[in-house]
DNA sequence: CATCTTATGTAGCATTGCTAGATTTACTAA
DNA sequence: TTAGTAAATCTAGCAATGCTACATAAGATG
């Protein structure tokens, strides 16, 4: 059997189809938990939106486990991002401040996607190798955040971190009144930032 | 109907016997997703604890929800007075130490409890009047905390539990490694200690 | 004892995650 | 073109779950 053009383009088709089908099912997913909350993404649900039967979720994604993974990875891959771009282009001066704002918008304007990335059980830290890279890499806007300031950042950006998570987290169950939140943020940045 | 002595301790016996179920049926909830996590606490797991039918259990409790509700009001009970004592009882000078150590002492001693306590679905802020007053409680703990201190108490300890509640729940997930948590808490109570 | 109320159990429904096996479709080679 | 093979996809079903209508038993009352 040899290798022609035509075997490869199709061989090319169906890849792209697949991974096709594999955004759409991220997004339905997305869609939905982000409408009506993540017990109404069902595996049955996922496959009447892309028209195809349930085997082929399960093709893809071993579990509906599987399927919420996927979309925490998206979700820290975006979150990188958006924490990147903060970090870079910093505006009143205060990088501590412009991050934190980032942050908070990200699990503000999606808040079921904030919620599975953080749902998604995992068995090693963030900063282990072993640790998907968009989850590291998400991390690690946070770690360049501190470095050089004292003597651990890690434990500060960590620190940071899950300050911005707490307070993420129990805005998003509706712990804490949106009314005070934007003095929250100021006393945090003000708590975050040191002089030098 | 005249009610007699008789009928009268009739009916308190009932009513022990119903809360002596009730509490029952927590304890085992409790015991079982300790040890094998939530989903495995299910209404006909339960019933066969107590050895009742499941009906019963939704007379007590409408509904699943409703047990886990229970479940985490008593669990911000006992936060609450967990935290009292750390406040009363101060140790070694400083009270957010004690009452930070305290916190996550017990978020780690009771990972299942702790983390049903933030996963019940709230409507209201936790310093609303239509709040579970063991909830109120458990947060005045915080809120004493910081009064007198600068300007806004409320803002200061949303932002020092926001931080613990981070710290906790990014430890329970296995995102921070254990190794470092000393330190963490080290550097948040220097964070939250103010002279004067 | 008869009756009525309350407590409890039996049995079943609809929905869920998941999968074995049938079936159709797409590709290969004569 | 066509028979045969491999890949893709579907049908149908299992076991488990939350929940409930209805039947039955137990208990209290006259």
Redesign the pocket.
Known sequence: ??K?L??NR?AE??LR??QA?RAQILSAARRIAELEGWS??????L?DEI??????L??HF?????ILAAVAIEGFQEMGLALEKARKRVKRGNTVESIAAAYLEFAVSSPALYEVMFSLSLSVPFDDAATPPELRFAFSQLLELFQGQGSKPEVLSELFWASLHGIAELTRTKRFPRSRQKERVRALVELFTFPG
Not at 40 to 45: E, K
Not at 51 to 56: E, I, N
Request: avoid cysteine; charged fraction near 30%.
């Open positions: 059997m040899v022609t035509a075997t199709i088709r169906k189809d697949k089908r109404n993404v069902t595996v049955r649900r496959s028209s195809y039967s349930q085997p082929v399960y093709a071993g579990s509906r486990e599987g």
